[in-house]
């Protein structure tokens, strides 16, 4: 069977986490059976469509490497791909349920709408415009709604995820196909837009489930055989009891990028949130999902979103580009991610400190922190040498003495370099019988007064003998 998905996103706003699944899933299923997925743009309701919103869905789908076959910008056989420019073959479709006497013009008025919906509250009885129908409706024509004349009965069939489903005539209904302003619904057009497309699987959020009887319904009105239908599960809120939204803390994936989440991590955890493969596998590359990836190990329930596990994988996935494709590599992609004191330091140099930090970072971002007090000297902050738990039994005038120690026997280093550095430490810890913690967060704070810092003989290696003794200087006098 030769695959065929799509993503079609509207342009209303921002990409949400929720939106970006529902492309990932089509993307791995197509690109397993070397299928097609296409990106469609769902604009019709242009009360809500926002500028630039297209170029944002692009922008983040390229960026994740979730390249489409068919859709804006590539081009294919079955354009246009925004929805805005295919109304003549909405509209073409919508004369055959006319002309077969499944679609009729509405002049129905809203308030005439209200009316009806308020005898049903009434009454304690579902409202159904079909129990509404208008006996003499005028011949069709844009600038009227024309509505799906349904025949209701029982629907049967398979979800790819939920399984089999059923439902019974009570749920189907006069559902509007095109709107007073000649733009189909969502309801009309998916249905219009997947066959022509030759879609083979439709992959969408769980809460069109309940329309899919009325979908069924116009499948058979327009005398076409339906996809295999794959709905997703939500992805819930932290707390678990309700679908995610902005609200609880998610933020854009446009956000996630600008902060410092890599492409591989965001792509990792949002295929893994609602899908394993069985394993206890984490780490998962593209072309892995895409050959361990299948329907029947999607779950039918909803998974909760844990942005703490998100920033975990990232710095999973920073330490793994690091160590399996070179400092280079993982170096590339900081820009716009160190402080501004940086900018006048030479890429040997941050590269030199990326090397020694990178173990520690969560997101590209905490470079900014935690690596000022590599490009200029740290505010003078006694307070963190005194209240350190390590320091707290040491006086004053020790923590002076031990720092004069140190001045001293690193001013007599003929090698500025990390083995060397590494071994006159270790001769201090011997010759003041202090512990690693107590003088080497000492030395540490002197130097950084940052929270922490990596290995203290790299940090010193990196900082270069001058700035290192000077920085010593200056609080053994101070103290």
Same mark, same amino acid.
């Given at each position: 069977?030769?695959?065929?998905?799509?993503?079609?996103?509207?342009?209303?706003?921002?990409?949400? %986490?929720?939106?970006?699944?529902?492309?990932?899933?089509?993307?791995?299923?197509?690109?397993?059976?070397?299928?097609?997925?296409?990106?469609?743009?769902?604009?019709?309701?242009?009360?809500?469509?926002?500028? #630039?919103?297209?170029?944002?869905?692009?922008?983040?789908?390229?960026?994740?490497?979730?390249?489409?076959?068919?859709?804006?910008?590539?081009?294919?056989?079955? #354009?246009?791909?925004?929805?805005?420019?295919?109304?003549? %073959?909405?509209?073409?479709?919508?004369?055959?349920? $006319?002309?077969?006497?499944?679609?009729?013009?509405?002049?129905?008025?809203?308030?005439?709408?209200?009316?009806?919906?308020?005898?049903?509250?009434?009454?304690?009885?579902?409202?159904?415009?079909?129990?509404?129908?208008?006996?003499?409706?005028?011949?069709?024509?844009?600038?009227?709604?024309?509505?799906?004349?349904?025949?209701?009965?029982?629907?049967?069939?398979?979800?790819?995820?939920?399984?089999?489903?059923?439902?019974?005539?009570?749920?189907?209904?006069?559902?509007?196909?095109?709107?007073?302003?000649?733009?189909?619904?969502?309801?009309?057009?998916?249905?219009?837009?997947?066959?022509?497309?030759?879609?083979?699987?439709?992959?969408?959020?769980?809460?069109?489930?309940?329309?899919?009887?009325?979908?069924?319904?116009?499948?058979?009105?327009?005398?076409?055989?339906?996809?295999?239908?794959?709905?997703?599960?939500?992805?819930?809120?932290?707390?678990?009891?309700?679908?995610?939204?902005?609200?609880?803390?998610?933020?854009?994936?446009?956000?996630?990028?600008?902060?410092?989440?890599?492409?591989?991590?965001?792509?990792?955890?949002?295929?893994?949130?609602?899908?394993?493969?069985?394993?206890?596998?984490?780490?998962?590359?593209?072309?892995?999902?895409?050959?361990?990836?299948?329907?029947?190990?999607?779950?039918?329930?909803?998974?909760?979103?844990?942005?703490?596990?998100?920033?975990?994988?990232?710095?999973?996935? %920073?330490?793994?580009?690091?160590?399996?494709?070179?400092?280079?590599?993982?170096?590339?992609?900081?820009?716009?991610?160190?402080?501004?004191?940086?900018?006048?330091?030479?890429?040997?140099?941050?590269?030199?400190?990326?090397?020694?930090?990178?173990?520690?970072?969560?997101?590209?971002?905490?470079?900014?922190?935690?690596?000022?007090?590599?490009?200029?000297?740290?505010?003078?902050?006694?307070?963190?040498? $005194?209240?350190?738990?390590?320091?707290?039994?040491?006086?004053?005038?020790?923590?002076?003495?031990?720092?004069?120690?140190?001045?001293?026997?690193?001013?007599?280093?003929?090698?500025?370099?990390?083995?060397?550095?590494?071994?006159?430490?270790?001769?201090?810890?011997?010759?003041?019988?202090?512990?690693?913690?107590?003088?080497?967060?000492?030395?540490?704070?002197?130097?950084?007064?940052?929270?922490?810092?990596?290995?203290?003989?790299?940090?010193?290696? $990196?900082?270069?003998?001058?700035?290192?003794?000077?920085?010593?200087?200056?609080?053994?006098?101070?103290?």
């Amino acid at each position: 069977m030769n695959i065929v998905t799509r993503f079609a996103p509207s342009p209303t706003g921002y990409i949400h %986490i929720g939106n970006v699944r529902s492309a990932i899933y089509p993307y791995l299923l197509a690109h397993q059976s070397e299928g097609e997925m296409i990106l469609r743009i769902e604009d019709t309701d242009r009360a809500r469509y926002v500028e #630039g919103a297209t170029e944002l869905i692009e922008d983040t789908l390229e960026w994740l490497g979730l390249n489409w076959d068919e859709g804006p910008i590539v081009g294919g056989p079955n #354009g246009p791909y925004f929805q805005s420019e295919r109304k003549d %073959i909405y509209h073409a479709w919508a004369r055959k349920l $006319i002309a077969s006497g499944r679609a009729y013009a509405d002049p129905t008025t809203p308030e005439e709408i209200a009316k009806y919906r308020e005898e049903c509250n009434k009454a304690k009885t579902p409202f159904l415009y079909r129990n509404y129908r208008p006996e003499n409706t005028p011949e069709w024509e844009p600038g009227i709604p024309l509505r799906f004349k349904t025949e209701p009965k029982e629907y049967s069939w398979h979800d790819e995820v939920m399984g089999d489903m059923h439902a019974g005539p009570e749920v189907l209904d006069d559902i509007i196909l095109i709107k007073k302003d000649g733009y189909p619904t969502y309801n009309f057009a998916h249905i219009v837009d997947d066959a022509e497309m030759g879609v083979t699987h439709v992959m969408r959020g769980v809460e069109y489930l309940s329309s899919t009887p009325n979908y069924l319904a116009l499948y058979e009105a327009l005398g076409l055989e339906h996809p295999k239908f794959v709905s997703l599960p939500h992805i819930l809120a932290p707390n678990g009891n309700k679908k995610l939204g902005k609200r609880d803390g998610a933020k854009s994936v446009t956000e996630y990028r600008d902060d410092g989440v890599l492409a591989e991590a965001m792509l990792n955890y949002l295929a893994c949130l609602g899908w394993n493969d069985g394993t206890e596998q984490e780490i998962y590359t593209k072309s892995e999902l895409i050959q361990k990836f299948s329907l029947d190990r999607i779950q039918s329930s909803g998974a909760r979103y844990d942005e703490t596990k998100l920033l975990w994988l990232n710095g999973q996935w %920073i330490r793994k580009i690091f160590t399996e494709q070179g400092a280079d590599a993982l170096y590339a992609r900081t820009d716009g991610f160190w402080p501004d004191i940086a900018a006048s330091a030479t890429d040997k140099y941050k590269l030199q400190v990326l090397s020694i930090i990178y173990d520690r970072l969560k997101t590209l971002s905490d470079l900014r922190d935690m690596t000022a007090y590599f490009f200029s000297d740290p505010r003078l902050d006694l307070d963190m040498l $005194i209240n350190n738990k390590y320091l707290k039994k040491l006086s004053e005038s020790e923590m002076e003495g031990l720092l004069k120690l140190t001045i001293a026997k690193l001013t007599d280093l003929e090698s500025w370099d990390a083995d060397s550095i590494q071994n006159a430490l270790n001769e201090l810890l011997a010759d003041t019988g202090k512990k690693p913690a107590e003088l080497f967060s000492l030395i540490r704070i002197a130097v950084s007064f940052a929270p922490f810092s990596p290995a203290l003989h790299l940090t010193l290696s $990196i900082l270069g003998r001058d700035t290192s003794l000077a920085r010593l200087n200056t609080v053994a006098r101070n103290i």
